[in-house]
C-alpha cells in the first residue's frame, strides 16, 4: 500500500511559477513510476507527465512541455512539479499517482495507476 500526499498549490499570477510535491509512504518508493494528472472544473482528468522509478525518465503531456518538469528524490520519496510560465488554463486540482513498474514506459492513462493522492489546488490568475 501506498499513500500519496500532495502539497504546493496555491494562487499565482499568469506567467508565475510553482512547485508541486508529492511524499509517498513505504520503503520501496524507487520501484514507483509516478505521474502527475490534473483536473480542471467540468473537465476530465487528464495527464500532465510521469517519471521512471529512477528519475532517468520523463514523459509530458505536449499541453505542458517545455514549462513544466518532473523530478524525484528516492531517498526522500518525494516526487516534485515544477511549473513555469503558468497559464490561466494550468487551473485545476493536481494530483500525483503510483504504479509498481518493473520496465519503463510512459505511463499516461489513468488506469496506468493504482494509487492516488487527495490533489492539490492550483489557480494561475489573468
Known amino acids: 500500500q501506498v499513500q500519496l500526499v500532495e502539497s504546493g498549490g496555491e494562487l499565482v499570477q499568469t506567467g508565475g511559477s510553482l512547485r508541486l510535491s508529492c511524499a509517498a509512504s513505504?520503503?520501496?518508493?524507487?520501484?514507483?513510476?509516478m505521474g502527475w494528472f490534473r483536473q480542471a472544473p467540468g473537465k476530465e482528468r487528464e495527464f500532465v507527465g510521469s517519471?521512471?522509478?529512477?528519475?532517468?525518465?520523463?514523459y509530458y503531456a505536449d499541453s505542458v512541455k517545455g514549462r513544466f518538469v518532473m523530478s524525484r528524490d528516492n531517498a526522500k520519496n518525494t516526487v516534485y512539479l515544477q511549473m513555469d510560465s503558468l497559464k490561466p488554463e494550468d487551473t485545476a486540482v493536481y494530483y500525483c499517482?503510483?504504479?509498481?513498474?518493473?520496465?519503463?514506459?510512459?505511463?499516461?492513462?489513468?488506469?496506468?495507476?493504482?494509487?492516488w493522492g487527495q490533489g492539490t489546488q492550483v489557480t494561475v490568475s489573468s
Open positions: 513505504g520503503r520501496t518508493f524507487s520501484f514507483y513510476a
Open positions: 499517482a503510483a504504479r509498481m513498474a518493473r520496465y519503463e514506459s510512459t505511463w499516461p492513462a489513468i488506469k496506468d495507476y493504482d494509487y
Open positions: 517519471i521512471s522509478g529512477s528519475g532517468g525518465s520523463t
